[in-house]
């Protein structure tokens, strides 16, 4: 039995040739939601249709997005809480003038990423790359702090800290990405030493 059979009377024009017009199944969905209130849309939508796959596979159209959305969203919130949980831990532990949590992020940053790409999850999962490489990891490294703390130290005068922090940041941020790919390649079961 065909999809429109399930519709006698109540929508004479509907089609499936358009999936995202006002006389689709989804724009049927959208229309009723917006006028009757979102819950009960949902209700009635699936007592109005027993055909349950094409309805599931027309919402997830509109639902991929959003999900994205959430996944990047979730990560960031923990990556953003766990730099600021790094920075509390540098400040207390660390003395001195060098933006050591901006340097243990970023580090830590790189060798993770660097981890998620000798995996193949950056491009195997889409998951992992929205949740936890832009999402976590965007968030738990920064590029806008490094330049800020760099600059600063530069005007405060302290120009040997300000060198030693841009050289710290490239030549550890690049060494970790590499580390971070080997170990990725051999948890994978890739077993290549090679980074690139």
């Not at 049927?28 to 009960?40: E, P, R, T, V, Y």
């Not at 889409?126 to 703390?149: K, N, Y």
Request: hydrophobic fraction near 45%.
């Amino acid at each position: 039995m065909s999809l429109l059979e399930h519709f006698p009377g109540r929508c004479p024009g509907l089609t499936l040739d358009r999936p995202f017009g006002p006389e689709s199944i989804t724009g049927l969905f959208l229309s009723k939601a917006s006028a009757i209130g979102h819950a009960h849309a949902v209700k009635q939508f699936f007592w109005m249709v027993d055909d349950r796959q094409t309805v599931k596979k027309e919402l997830l159209i509109y639902m991929k997005p959003l999900m994205e959305i959430l996944l990047v969203a979730g990560g960031g919130a923990l990556g953003a809480l766990s730099r600021f949980g790094i920075h509390q831990f540098s400040e207390r532990f660390f003395k001195g003038e060098f933006p050591f949590g901006t340097f243990i992020a970023n580090a830590l940053g790189c060798l993770l990423i660097g981890i998620l790409i000798g995996s193949g999850r950056a491009e195997s999962s889409q998951t992992w790359r929205l949740a936890f490489g832009v999402g976590f990891l965007g968030a738990l490294t920064t590029f806008s702090t490094f330049g800020a703390e760099t600059i600063r130290r530069a005007n405060d005068g302290s120009l040997g800290i300000a060198f030693a922090n841009v050289a710290a940041n490239l030549i550890v941020g690049l060494t970790a990405v590499a580390v971070g790919i080997w170990i990725g390649k051999h948890m994978s079961g890739g077993g290549s030493p090679d980074v690139v």
